[in-house]
């Protein structure tokens, strides 16, 4: 195994750091569904800033979010420490810590200039007769926020974990509360400006694909040169991740690991595991990235399985009739093909979505890009979005966009311009997610790319031959790392794999979208003893759709470190297009209710 200084990995040497003992809110990313917009004259974005420097600043939706949970209580009111020292907070439902630890792990300082904070929050345990310790939890991205997903839905994992385990969760460095943060521009109004000037999708029209590799190079260059200053894009690879997060257990006073990572968390979780296997005591990683591929680049797998969760929509559409799906066809085959009829459609002519009283204040577009963001985003949760999309669907073959334009609106639509109130990069703040860590972090842990303009399009090439429904969208995922010149300091590149303390418990889709079956297989095969769980659904982890089943599994193993058997599959408690029942015991709901959760677990999809 590769050894590290500054690690306490197994058989390696570690630079002293104090361990003392225990002290006393998704894409995605700003994981949101935009207001579609993808034009836009540079005349209207110098006059629209010039306004905005001199308009009275209306407080966003996040900001309200942020104002309502910090009204008499804000992160920057707990002194930053180099032990954990936790504070009630957020109504006193809460623990709240603010952990200091180096920006450089492999060299570090006491220069206040090159150390992060990182923002730690516990659920405490309700039943502590048999307490367990503390679970951590990580929600995906990456740049997603663990302070905003432990508020938003801890209760619900700790339901289903066992209530005898505290549940904590972080801000990874660069996100939200943790700071410095990712902040590529320097006002909230550059960014959104920058959002407006959106060229669609890569092959949408001829000459696109170019505009937008120029538009990912100068935005590259731009936050590089934004970020220069802080040092922080050097040390951003899920290593220095991972032995935060180290830190932040031995903080806790606790040796050994439980965690419980979705999607981008599998990496957070994968990597742990390969560099401290003898910290696991259990690890649970749902919705799997493939450790290698997100590492190297060297195959593509992760869209795999996108066009069964596709097709999965002709056949439930299908199946569910025309009383059950608006969108319905004789066969799924015909299905599929009213879909391409209209999106050949609305190529040629885009929807127009007129001023109405309940509609847009101005008129919009519904373009061929925005539908084919849309469909990307459907597939991420089936149980809840088929049945809409299919209703948005009926209404475009219709030329009418208003059920679009409510949909968007209805997934948390950005707010104006004008309204965004800034924060500095060094100030905490709540968000679900940051746009602008997605990138850092991804491009980080991956190989340099150097793409040409010629290389990349035929890299696009090679995804829509994978998945003709999103490989075109999912270009983004490369698109993302053009023009990133900073390397990180400290990028582990493998071994994937250890013999960890008790075995992981892999859980997979029976077809994932961006995270594919065989990617929890390929995972499985580095870590002796461990399994894959399989749920029979669509979708992104095994939240897209509820499973007391599956919620029993991970309970029990959490509870006394019992793995299903080998080739064990759980069915869901539902199927798309179905009436969702909320009945059950404390773990079907507690698994229906985080089904139905926004998780905002990729990127932002720009739609």
Not at 204 to 211: R, Y
Not at 279 to 297: A, C, I, M
Request: aromatic share 10%; proline share 7%; glycine share 8%.
């Amino acid at each position: 195994m590769t050894q590290y200084n500054a690690l306490p990995a197994k058989g390696g040497q570690i630079t002293p750091f104090p361990e003392p003992s225990r002290a006393s809110t998704l894409t995605t990313s700003r994981w949101k569904l935009w207001k579609a917009v993808t034009t836009t004259a540079p005349g209207l974005l110098a006059l629209l800033f010039l306004v905005c420097q001199f308009s009275g600043m209306r407080i966003a939706d996040h900001m309200k979010l942020q104002e309502t949970a910090q009204r008499d209580w804000k992160w920057s009111d707990i002194e930053p420490s180099k032990s954990l020292e936790w504070k009630r907070c957020y109504n006193d439902t809460y623990d709240c810590a603010r952990l200091d630890v180096p920006m450089d792990w492999l060299s570090p300082s006491e220069d206040a200039h090159e150390r992060v904070v990182l923002a730690v929050m516990r659920l405490r345990a309700t039943e502590l007769d048999d307490y367990k310790g503390p679970i951590f939890f990580n929600p995906g991205g990456p740049g997603g926020s663990g302070v905003y997903a432990l508020t938003d839905r801890g209760a619900l994992l700790q339901t289903i974990a066992g209530k005898n385990h505290d549940i904590i969760s972080f801000d990874p460095r660069g996100i939200g509360a943790s700071v410095p943060r990712v902040d590529c521009w320097d006002s909230p109004e550059k960014s959104r400006l920058w959002a407006l000037q959106d060229v669609g999708v890569v092959n949408s029209h001829p000459g696109v694909i170019f505009d937008a590799y120029a538009r990912a190079s100068a935005f590259s260059e731009a936050c590089e040169r934004n970020m220069n200053s802080s040092g922080l894009l050097s040390h951003l690879s899920t290593a220095s991740h991972a032995r935060d997060l180290l830190e932040i257990l031995h903080q806790t006073g606790q040796e050994k690991l439980k965690y419980w990572g979705f999607s981008y968390g599998t990496i957070l979780g994968g990597v742990f595991a390969a560099m401290y296997p003898d910290k696991v005591e259990r690890l649970v990683s749902d919705g799997n990235v493939d450790y290698k591929e997100w590492h190297f680049q060297s195959y593509i797998n992760f869209l795999h399985d996108t066009d069964k969760v596709m097709e999965a929509f002709y056949m439930y559409c299908h199946k569910a009739g025309p009383s059950g799906c608006n969108f319905y066809a004789s066969t799924p085959a015909a299905v599929e093909e009213r879909l391409q009829r209209l999106l050949a459609r609305i190529k040629v002519h885009p929807i127009i979505v007129p001023v109405t009283e309940s509609g847009p204040d101005m008129p919009q577009l519904v373009t061929w890009s925005h539908l084919k963001r849309l469909m990307s985003a459907a597939l991420y949760r089936p149980i809840f979005m088929f049945k809409r999309f299919a209703e948005v669907l009926k209404a475009l073959e219709d030329g009418d966009g208003i059920p679009f334009y409510h949909l968007i609106n209805s997934e948390d639509s950005a707010p104006p311009i004008c309204s965004i109130k800034a924060i500095p990069p060094n100030v905490p703040r709540l968000e679900e997610g940051n746009d602008h860590a997605f990138p850092a972090i991804l491009c980080a842990d991956a190989p340099p790319i150097e793409d040409t303009v010629e290389e990349f399009a035929a890299f696009v090439e090679k995804l829509i031959r994978v998945s003709y429904t999103a490989g075109d969208v999912n270009a983004l995922f490369r698109l993302a790392c053009i023009g990133r010149k900073i390397r990180p300091k400290w990028r582990y590149s493998g071994p994937f794999g250890g013999n960890t303390s008790h075995p992981i418990l892999y859980v997979a889709n029976i077809a994932d979208n961006v995270a594919p079956l065989i990617s929890a297989r390929n995972n499985s095969e580095g870590f002796p003893g461990s399994v894959v769980l399989v749920q029979n659904s669509y979708g992104h982890t095994s939240l897209s759709a509820a499973s007391s089943c599956t919620a029993g599994y991970i309970k029990a193993y959490f509870q006394n470190g019992t793995l299903p058997k080998p080739g064990t599959t759980c069915e869901p408690d539902y199927y798309p297009f179905e009436d969702i029942s909320k009945v059950g015991d404390e773990l079907s709901m507690a698994s229906h209710e985080l089904s139905q959760k926004k998780w905002n677990l990729g990127p932002m999809l720009g739609i």
